[in-house]
């Protein structure tokens, strides 16, 4: 039987105890309370096949409303410990969606944002890059977290989703970045533009929010703006080179930027200047 981490364990454990479930089995055996105990013990012991099964039964079959509630959120948590996280993603969805009241349902958006992240592809040598790959999970994660945050920011699960939300924005810039890149390639300044654009608004706007920390950069940094200036540079667009040249400088005061990078820089303001005039 597999053992629940040490980590797991002490995380459920606050949960369960800022529910209020209790795990000592005592009452009548033919009962859901003394049932749903039975199944919590299983879920800590770490056997969450047979808790799923517990659980998906009283929910079920129990008349208790209160009971039926927490066996549904149990049993999204079994679920998500076997790594069946899109069959756990859709548990907490219709817990959200049956019992949006519930004082549990942070956990629930938190658990299938989670979800959504672990499903998330990873990079690996011999795969292409992840952020190549399918972005739906990215979405997905990056929706429940935000609701999360706007529904319930002062609470336990916001902070942490705080956190974890950053990662789903991280990995949507990336892929506009993917595919701007695959653009360049292809000769085609005007798909760039908007790739990178679309990246640097993405993230202002998270910052904006406060749901990102000032601290992050991904594409309204100087290498990704020098990009940009490229872009628009191809695109015979002047203004776009000179807003990308103002906010690549702006960018480079507070971040390390390399010569060459300020080189190429320099020589499109003077091209623009002498434009100008």
Same mark, same amino acid.
């Given at each position: 039987?597999? =053992?629940?981490?040490?980590?797991?364990?002490?995380?459920?454990m606050? $949960?369960?105890?800022c529910s209020?479930? #209790?795990? #000592?089995?005592t009452?009548?055996?033919?009962g859901?309370?003394?049932?749903?105990?039975?199944?919590?013990?299983? $879920?800590?012991?770490?056997?969450?096949?047979?808790?799923?099964?517990?659980?998906?039964?009283?929910?079920?079959?129990? $008349?208790?409303?209160? $009971?039926?509630?927490?066996? @549904? !959120?149990?049993?999204?948590d079994?679920i998500?410990? *076997?790594?069946?996280?899109?069959?756990?993603?859709?548990?907490?969805?219709?817990?959200?969606?049956?019992?949006?009241?519930?004082?549990?349902?942070?956990?629930?958006?938190?658990?299938r944002?989670?979800?959504?992240?672990?499903?998330?592809?990873?990079d690996h040598?011999i795969? /292409?890059p992840?952020?190549?790959?399918?972005?739906?999970?990215?979405?997905?994660?990056?929706?429940s977290?935000?609701? !999360?945050?706007?529904?319930?920011?002062?609470?336990?699960?916001?902070?942490?989703?705080?956190?974890?939300?950053? #990662? @789903?924005?991280? =990995? =949507?810039?990336?892929?506009?970045?993917?595919?701007?890149?695959?653009?360049?390639?292809k000769?085609?300044?005007?798909?760039?533009t908007?790739?990178?654009e679309?990246?640097?608004?993405?993230?202002?706007?998270?910052?904006?929010?406060?749901?990102? /920390?000032?601290?992050?950069?991904?594409?309204?940094?100087? /290498?990704? !703006?020098?990009?940009?200036?490229?872009?628009?540079?191809?695109?015979?667009?002047?203004?776009?080179? *000179?807003?990308?040249?103002?906010?690549?400088n702006?960018?480079?005061?507070?971040?390390k930027?390399?010569?060459?990078?300020?080189?190429?820089?320099?020589?499109l @303001?003077i091209?623009?200047? @002498?434009t100008?005039?």
């Open positions: 039987m597999r =053992r629940i981490s040490v980590v797991a364990l002490l995380t459920l606050g $949960l369960f105890a209020g479930a #209790k795990v #000592k089995v009452g009548d055996p033919a859901p309370s003394y049932q749903y105990e039975k199944a919590m013990n299983e $879920l800590l012991s770490g056997d969450y096949t047979q808790a799923a099964t517990m659980f998906e039964e009283l929910s079920a079959s129990t $008349l208790n409303p209160v $009971l039926s509630q927490m066996a @549904t !959120l149990r049993l999204g079994a998500f410990f *076997q790594a069946r996280y899109a069959e756990a993603a859709e548990v907490y969805r219709q817990f959200i969606e049956q019992y949006s009241r519930s004082p549990d349902w942070p956990h629930a958006a938190y658990m944002g989670l979800c959504f992240l672990r499903k998330m592809p990873e040598w795969l /292409p992840a952020e190549s790959r399918e972005m739906s999970d990215a979405d997905n994660a990056y929706q977290f935000v609701s !999360l945050v706007q529904g319930a920011p002062d609470s336990y699960y916001a902070m942490r989703a705080r956190l974890l939300l950053a #990662k @789903t924005v991280e =990995r =949507r810039c990336r892929h506009h970045l993917y595919v701007a890149a695959w653009y360049e390639k000769d085609r300044p005007l798909g760039v908007q790739r990178i679309q990246a640097i608004a993405d993230e202002t706007g998270e910052k904006a929010r406060g749901r990102i /920390p000032a601290s992050f950069h991904c594409a309204d940094s100087p /290498p990704t !703006l020098l990009r940009l200036a490229r872009a628009y540079d191809a695109a015979k667009n002047p203004a776009g080179v *000179q807003k990308s040249i103002a906010r690549f702006e960018r480079s005061s507070t971040m930027v390399s010569s060459s990078a300020l080189k190429e820089i320099q020589a @303001t091209k623009y200047e @002498t100008a005039k």
